[in-house]
C-alpha cells in the first residue's frame, strides 16, 4: 500500500507558478515510477509528468519546457513545479504511484489558471 498526500494547488494568474507536492507514506525508492496526472472538467485523466526509481523523467507535449518534475528521497516526496501556466492547464492535479503492478492515488489538488 501507498497513500499519498497532495499539496499546493490554487489560484494562479496566467503565466505565473505554483509548485506541487506529493508526500508518499513509504520511501519512494520502492515505488517503481511516480507522477503527476491532471484531469480538466468534462476530460479523460491525462499524464502530465512521470520520475522512475532511477531518475528518468517524462513529459508530455503541453507542459514540456514549462514543468519540472523532481524528488527528495530523503522526505519521500515529489513535486511538480509549473511555471509559464496557462488557462488550458487549469484541471485537477493526482499523484499517482506505481509500484508492484498496482496504481495507487491521491486525493487531487486543484489549479486555477485565471486572471
Known sequence: QVQLVESGGGLVQPGGSLRLSCAASRSIFSISIMGWYRQAPGKRRELVATITTGG????????????????????????????SLKPDDTAVYYCNAYRTGINFWGQGTQVTVSS
Open 56 to 83: 528518468n523523467t517524462n513529459y508530455a507535449d503541453s507542459v514540456k519546457g514549462r514543468f519540472t518534475i523532481s524528488r527528495d528521497t530523503d522526505k519521500n516526496t515529489v513535486y511538480l513545479q509549473m511555471d
